[in-house]
């Protein structure tokens, strides 16, 4: 029994979940295999795994309006560009459209480079895969993929075929696809795949007898691989169990360093990403997705977030994403779908702050790495990438730095700051940041929405560059004797031309003290300046915290000034502080 060290300390009581009317004892939960010995949990990716790319295949069949051959030559091109070496390119034997497709390909001589292979897929069916292997008649290098169910639900309600039947099946699938490349793929780098279809719902052991079968036929061995792909079909389990039955069925295949074991992983628990990479932990070797996630029901595998999360841990995962929005312009323009903002590493706002403590903390961490490579006498991309909120830097992924940070209503000084200095050269003092934040969350509460960093601009001008009333500076002229300096300034005050002059310790104290001849008591309480660019062309910019009036009625106020001349701009600066109090 617990006891409390101060017995008047109420602890607050756990809440009580309430019954949903929803009927969830009709699912039953998926019961996993007994692997007391796994060791997948202490093993590291440490290189990236063969990809396959389903884009053209599981991604196409799963749009409400499939690509037009052209698209789909566009989305190949993509691919190939970014270095995908495996592309499944289709279904021949479902339409007229998809052999033809693929015959294109092949017939194109520039279309599949040298060392990238195409894929088909095809049904254990004897005429399918005839009409297969014909679609690949003249390729340089092409994989057959033969897919049949085993799961004990399919079998029993879609195909009515026992286990014995199931393994007869695809032994034959096997070697109907052997006579079929005999008959028209002699001059082709071949290979095979199959699939155990729903793989997650059939009992693992099963699944190994059948592939065990297939390999009989195939009769893997030195130069000729089998590729035995694992689906997640439909997501049944959690990433761990999957990877639990990856690492057993790896440990009782039969052949197995003639085996390349592959990973196809759909995303129905939302939890594809994962599945694959602890699946990769466990002895996968192969990854099959599609650009975004797309594919049927909840998506294939995200191919893209898959690579950058290697690539994020310091790993090469051999495809080119350096040019993010420019595959997702593509991939949208292909697929006619939008990829959602906050998708990961490729989303319009995943690079984007809009909380105040989060836009401090970028800025800082921005801020740190220059001062970093400064130190190093090297570019800041060029320095280990380190910064809060930031898993990989925007510019390696062809972003820029100007949409990291947004300003709304939720924003705080930290992003207002970033972007003044970011977009406008701006480096304004912390103090100043936060009377400026105060005023452009007013503005964003009242307006409702983003503030764009124009608009910000326009806001600033206004508050503090752009008021001629009541004070407005012309002209000055100074003049040092000893320590003292004095000044000659013509102003305009409340419309009347005037003409001031005052001495102090320096110009600014010099012009503080004539603003007295026109009843403007000024006290400066800070003070900052600094060069806005450099050139014959340059301008500076100086900012003054000022305490204006007296007899109890002062105001705090800062002011800011930019002019070519820093004098002139710490002048300009004091007039705005006085403006903006005296308005």
């Known amino acids: ?61 799963a749009l409400i309006e499939p690509m037009t051959p052209a698209r789909k030559r566009r989305m190949f091109d993509l691919l190939v560009s970014m270095g995908y070496k495996e592309i499944e390119v289709g279904f021949p034997s479902a339409s007229a459209t998809e052999f033809d497709f693929i015959r294109s390909l092949i017939e194109d001589e520039t279309a599949i480079p040298d060392g990238v292979t195409i894929s088909v897929l095809t049904q254990a069916r004897a005429d399918l895969i005839e009409t297969t292997a ?126 390349c074991l592959s990973l196809h992983t759909h995303n129905d628990r939302g939890t594809g990403i ?160 936060q009377e400026f934040s105060r005023l452009v969350q007013a503005r964003a509460d009242a307006e409702g929405g983003e503030l764009a960093s124009d608009q910000l601009w326009n806001y600033f001008q206004a508050e503090y560059l752009t008021r001629t009333t009541p004070l407005n500076f012309q002209e000055r002229h100074t003049s040092a004797s000893g320590a003292a300096t004095s000044i000659d300034a013509h102003v305009t005050f409340r419309g009347t031309p005037e003409h001031i002059t005052g001495e102090g310790n320096g110009p600014l104290s010099a012009f503080v003290d004539a603003l007295r001849l026109l009843g403007i008591y000024v006290k400066v309480l800070d003070y900052a300046e600094h060069a806005m660019t450099s050139g014959g062309d340059a301008q500076a910019a100086a900012y003054v915290e000022c305490e204006i009036g007296e007899n109890g009625d002062a105001q705090v106020a800062w002011g800011v000034g930019i002019d070519p001349d820093i004098t002139n701009a710490s002048l300009r600066a004091v007039v705005s502080a006085v403006n903006r109090v005296m308005q």
Not at 16 to 27: E, G, I, N
């Open 274 to 433: 994962a599945a694959t990479e602890l699946g990769l932990l466990a002895g996968g070797q192969r990854v099959e997705g599609c650009l975004f996630g797309h594919g049927e029901r909840t998506g294939n595998v995200d191919l893209v977030v898959l690579g950058m999360n290697l690539y994020s841990q310091g790993i090469d995962p051999g495809i080119d994403f350096s040019h993010m929005d420019e595959i997702r312009r593509v991939v949208e323009y292909c697929t006619g779908m939008k990829v959602p903002p906050r998708q990961p590493y490729s989303g319009d706002l995943v690079y984007t702050a809009f909380s105040g403590s989060h836009q401090d903390a970028i800025k800082k961490g921005l801020e740190d790495l220059e001062r970093q490579a400064a130190a190093q006498g090297v570019g800041m991309h060029e320095i280990p990438w380190e910064a809060p909120y930031l898993a990989v830097d925007p510019v390696d992924v062809g972003r820029n730095y100007e949409a990291i940070i947004r300003v709304n209503s939720q924003s705080g000084k930290g992003g207002m700051a970033y972007l003044m200095k970011n977009d406008h050269k701006l480096d304004l003092p912390r103090r100043l940041q």
């Open 134 to 259: 014909k679609s690949l008649i003249g390729a340089r290098r092409a994989t057959i993929h033969v897919y049949n169910a085993l799961s004990p639900l399919f079998r029993r309600v879609v195909f009515g075929l026992d286990e014995a039947q199931t393994i007869a099946l695809a032994r034959q699938g096997t070697q109907w696809v052997i006579d079929a490349a005999d008959r028209y793929l002699k001059d082709t780098e071949f290979g095979y795949e199959y699939s155990p279809e729903i793989f997650t719902q059939t009992p693992t052991d099963y699944a190994v007898e059948v592939c065990n079968n297939v390999m009989q036929v195939w009769q893997p061995g030195p130069n000729r691989e089998i590729i035995l792909n694992l689906p997640a079909t439909v997501e049944m389990c959690t990433p761990n169990v999957y990877a639990d039955m990856i690492e057993y069925f790896g440990r009782h295949i039969d052949n197995r360093e003639y085996v």
């Open 1 to 61: 029994m617990t006891t409390l060290s101060n017995p008047a300390t109420k602890v607050q009581p756990q809440p009580v979940a309430t019954p949903t009317p929803m009927p969830y004892q009709r699912y039953q939960p998926h019961i996993p295999l007994t692997l007391p010995d796994r060791t997948w949990p202490d093993n590291q990716l440490t290189r990236a795994p063969r990809w396959l790319s389903t884009d053209l295949r599981d991604g196409n069949q």
